[in-house]
Nanobody, 127 residues
């Protein structure tokens, strides 16, 4: 069984930056799909970015050019660098992982494709 633990989020002003991390334990191989999702109050959880076993990312249109997903396989850590943050980025952010070996394309920005989840971390962007 895998465990995912996100780093603490934070509060920033619009235009600012934050970096989220997620440490994964339980997996010993690096051939898994991972992703970041977010959920704002009153809204469904949505995909932000996913990264496939070949480290190829897929981003939601709303975050392209501002958010960058990356992974450090040696440290079993997933990152999300968030720049030029907007108030609409305010949400609870979740790290997710799955044992599938292919997850490239917008269709995978969907919670149905991920089995394992972290507890979430709050990101608040003020205007």
């Amino acid at each position: 069984q895998v465990q995912l633990a996100e780093s603490r989020g934070g509060s920033v002003q619009a235009g600012g930056s934050l970096r989220l991390s997620c440490v994964v334990s339980g997996y010993t191989e690096n051939y898994y799909c991972m992703g970041w999702f977010r959920q704002a109050p009153g809204k469904e959880r949505e995909g932000v970015a996913v990264i496939d076993p070949l480290d190829r990312p897929t981003y939601a249109d709303s975050v392209k050019g501002r958010l960058t997903i990356s992974r450090d396989n040696a440290k079993n850590t997933l990152h999300l660098q968030m720049n030029s943050l907007k108030p609409e980025d305010t949400a609870m952010y979740y790290c997710a992982a799955d044992r599938r070996t292919y997850c490239r394309g917008g269709v995978y920005l969907n919670t149905a494709y991920f089995d394992d989840w972290g507890q979430g971390t709050q990101v608040t962007v003020s205007s």
